[in-house]
Structure formats: C-alpha cells, structure tokens
C-alpha cells in the first residue's frame, strides 16, 4: 500500500462582523447598480465620486491591480490581448460600494460569472509567431483557420529531384549463344528403382542440362589468359643503363606484376579462406577468378590503365576481390573492419570500398563465370563417385590455383583433368584405359569426348602436382596440404603422395 502525504494544512481565517457587513453592503450595492444604471457606463462616473470610507478604498485597489495583471498575462506560448471590456468587471464591483442596498448572494454570482464569461470570449488568443511570416493579423485570422497553412513563395525554395543515374546503361546484358553440350535428362533417366536411394533435390534434375550447357557458354564468354603475366626475372627488360641509374637513385624502375607475385597473393587468399574466417571453397574460387579477370582487365585495357596495378595496391586488389566473392557465396561477409585488420591497417575501410566499385564496375558487374567446382561436383555425380575420388578432386583443383599455367585452362577443363587423375591413381593395381578413367556417361555429358580434347590439361595439372609432392613445394602449397591431411577430407594429400609414380608417369606421358 503507498503511504500516504501528508499535505500542509491550509488555515482560513474566521470571518468578522466587519468583514460580513462590507459584504452585505456589495451584494446590495450591485443588486442596486444592475437595476438602476447602464454598467456599461458606469466607470466614467465612479472617478469623480466620492468614497466615503477607507474600506471601499482598498477593495476598489485591489480589485483593480488583480484585474491589470488579467489582463497583462504573457506566457511563451500565447499572449492575451486586453479590449475595453476587461474594464467591465471593476465598473461593476466598483458601483457596488456606492450602494447599500441588499439583495440575493445567488444573484451576485451570476452576475460575476456572466461577466468574466462575456470578458473571456472577447479576450483574443494570439500565438507566438515562430516565424517572421507567421499571421498576425486579426482580420485574417479567421480566414487562416479555414484554410490550410502554406508557407510563402519565397520559402518554397526548388530542391534539386533527386534523378537516379542509370549506371548499367552502357553494361547492357549481351545475348549468349547456348551450344547444346549435354542433353536433356528423359522419363527412363529419371525413372529410379526401390533400391536406389534417393536423389537430393538440390541437383535440379529437371532443369541440370540447361544449367550445364549455360555453364559451358558462360566459360567461354569470360576467358582469362596467363599472357598479362611477365615472366619471374624482369632484369632483362632493362638494360644496364637503366639499372646503373637506379643504382644511384636518379630513376625508378617500373614495377611489373609477376607470376610470383600471383602466386604469393592466391595463397595468402588461401589463408585467409581456409585458416583465418573458415569460408566455403566456393567462395575462394568465386574470389580468385575475379582477381585474374580484374588484374587481366586493367593490363590489357586502355580504360582502367597498366598502371593502376601497383605493389601497393596489389594487396588492396586481393581484400576487395574477397569481399565481392564473400557477397556472392556467403551468407554472412566478414566486416570491412576485419579485412583491414587483416592488411596491418595498410588500406582504410574506405579505400576496399572503393576498390570494390573499381573491381564492379572494370568487370561490367559480370561475376557469373563458373568455376571448377561447379564442373567437379556434376562430373562426380555423373560417374557415381565416392567421397575419395570427390576429395582428391576437390585437392587438386585447390592446387591448380596456385599454378599459373593453370590460367588459361577453362574451368571445365581443369574438373575433367582432375576427375581423371583421381579417378586415374585410384586403381594402382592396374593400369587403367581412356574409357575406364573417363567412362561414356562422362563422354556424353560433356565436351570431352577423346583423350585428346583434355590431355593438355591433365599433363599441366599432373606436372604441377608432381612438382609440389617433390618436396620442394612452397608454403603456399603447404597449406593446402595440411589440410587435405584430415581424415573428413579422404587424406586426399597423403593419397596422392603414395601413389606421386603415377602422378609420375601421367606428367610425362
């Protein structure tokens, strides 16, 4: 229960005889005024008539001080304006000291009420104006209140409409010419018996041949070449000359990016996908395909220039090529903070901002080129792999990233060749024929149909692989090494360590 207040005691004071007969003598006065006088005329002759007692004196005084500071009350909001017929109260309780008639209490009331009624309705409510050209006219201030209040012409000042810029009006989308590679899937294809296990909805059985022949048209339309790629040892391109005066610190040699420097910045992405955040490999291809297009788009372009490819901003390139590619695939993007965390705090969070519309819009806003992994996952469905030869796959087109030969191989490519050499190395016991390690499913539902049309790639890949389980590999290669090694992934990296002779044999055939 809450405590009750106590609240101050409010004393009145007993009235006396002197205070009921001055009373009396108003009631009777007012009684007498209303009957006989005009109360609107009564002020001008209440200023030269005489007041007889000291009483009626100061009741006269005080009743006119309460009705000046009525009439003069001014507040922030509103300001009352005082007429002529503020006076109109004093008149009447001024004539009441004059008479002495009697008269009813009840009457005095209504007559006080009635007018501080009449008094109030003619007291004009004015509003502060907020503003210069607030209305303070009152002539039209009952226009005003019929009508909506507008601000004037000169304060409905024209604001520029915000027109928004098409920028992919000159990125139009190009028609893309679709070869029929795969055929479409039939009613018997489909049909599957009691025993089989069921086939996960997420391969889109209905609709995989289209997806697959727009797959291959995409690979085509967005080629990337090794060619904007100089060689390791740069020396030559300049003469000693040249190199004397950079000696003495009179010229700055040009910097060129490398296949080193390439391959020192897809395994430091390496890193970070794998090792740092723990994102998905789609993810990491995604982001490494648009630093080769990208790097290869402001090479050989004359719009964006060579030498916007700086070192400094190599690394730049690199983090903001991981945030599109985490946009695309993830569904939570590590925080801009982070990747310049990650920098040492070389770029700023504006500057990957930035970097990334630089990459969007070199690019056309075009990230659909597939990727290996899309190609692998369908070719292991179709030739009814296990999770060892889908692992080892999955290892060797990692490492493929990191070989720059590996460049200019179409994703699709680069799926088959590891496809074969897993499925290759997985029968040691004998050596295994074209139609073996590529059986007619796979030659029907792709565009490789001879050893032929893939033994560039498979002898490239295979060179690398073998160059890497040497024992001279670099750490870029060490660490997806490592990770191959657990147990959840096949130990598909201690696999193809083992059987490294027909690794061998396959690179030099």
């Known amino acids: 229960m809450r405590t009750s207040i106590k609240r101050p005691s409010i004393i009145i004071p007993r009235p006396t005889k002197a205070s009921l007969a001055r009373q009396s003598k108003i009631r009777n006065s007012i009684l007498g005024a209303s009957a006989t006088t005009n109360t609107t005329n009564t002020l001008k002759p209440i200023q030269n008539e005489d007041i007889k007692s000291e009483n009626d004196l100061s009741t006269i005084g005080v009743l006119k001080q309460q009705v000046r500071r009525a009439s003069a009350i001014t507040k922030n909001v509103a300001v009352f304006k005082r007429r002529r017929s503020v006076h109109k109260l004093a008149a009447i309780v001024s004539g009441s000291s004059l008479d002495n008639s009697t008269g009813d209490g009840e009457t005095l009331k209504q007559v006080i009420v009635a007018s501080l009624t009449e008094n109030v309705k003619k007291m004009d409510l004015v509003e502060q104006p907020k503003t210069k050209y607030s209305m303070n006219s009152d002539n039209k201030e009952n226009r005003a209140s019929k009508r909506p209040t507008t601000l004037p012409a000169n304060l409905l000042r024209k604001k520029p409409i915000p027109i928004p810029i098409q920028l992919l009006d000159k990125y139009a989308a190009e028609e893309i010419t679709i070869d029929i590679i795969e055929q479409a899937l039939t009613s018997d294809d489909l049909h599957i018996d009691e025993?089989?296990?069921?086939?996960?909805?997420?391969?889109?059985?209905?609709?995989?041949?289209?997806?697959?022949?727009?797959?291959?048209?995409?690979?085509?339309?967005?080629?990337?070449?090794?060619?904007?790629l100089t060689s390791t040892s740069t020396?030559?391109?300049?003469?000693?000359?040249?190199?004397?005066?950079?000696?003495?610190?009179s010229a700055s040699r040009p910097w060129k990016l490398t296949t080193k420097h390439r391959t020192t910045v897809v395994g430091w992405i390496i890193q970070l996908?794998?090792?740092?955040?723990h994102l998905s490999q789609d993810a990491m291809h995604i982001c490494i395909g648009l630093l080769d297009r990208f790097l290869q788009q402001c090479i050989n372009s004359t719009t964006a220039g060579a030498g916007f490819v700086t070192q400094k901003n190599l690394q730049l390139i690199a983090v903001a090529s991981f945030l599109i590619a985490a946009k695309v695939e993830e569904t939570h993007h590590p925080p801009v903070d982070e990747l310049v965390y990650v920098t040492d705090h070389t770029y700023t969070s504006d500057q990957v901002k930035k970097m990334e519309k630089k990459i969007l819009h070199e690019l056309r806003f075009e990230l659909n080129r597939p990727t290996s992994l899309q190609f692998l996952r369908r070719f292991s469905f179709v030739s009814s792999a296990g999770d060892e030869q889908h692992a080892i796959g999955k290892f060797l087109i990692d490492m493929s990233l990191l070989n720059v030969s590996c460049i200019g191989l179409a994703p699709s490519l680069v799926a088959a060749s590891a496809t074969y050499i897993a499925r290759y190395i997985l029968n040691p016991n004998q050596p295994l024929t074209f139609d073996q390690c590529w059986p007619q499913e796979l030659q029907s539902r792709s565009p490789y149909k001879t050893y032929e049309s893939m033994s560039n790639?498979?002898?490239?890949?295979?060179?690398?692989?073998?160059?890497?389980?040497?024992?001279?590999?670099?750490?870029?290669?060490?660490?997806l090494t490592k990770r191959y090694e657990h147990e959840q992934l096949s130990q598909a990296s201690l696999f193809c360590m083992q059987q490294r002779t027909l690794i061998h044999k396959l690179a030099t055939e």
């Open 235 to 249: 020396t030559t391109l300049f003469p000693l000359t040249t190199m004397a005066t950079m000696a003495n610190g």
């Open 195 to 228: 025993d089989d296990e069921p086939i996960d909805p997420t391969y889109a059985m209905d609709y995989v041949a289209d997806i697959m022949n727009l797959l291959y048209s995409l690979e085509k339309r967005y080629p990337i070449q090794s060619t904007f």
């Open 273 to 277: 996908f794998y090792a740092r955040f």
């Open 457 to 479: 790639g498979v002898k490239i890949l295979a060179q690398f692989i073998d160059k890497c389980l040497a024992g001279t590999n670099s750490k870029e290669c060490e660490i």
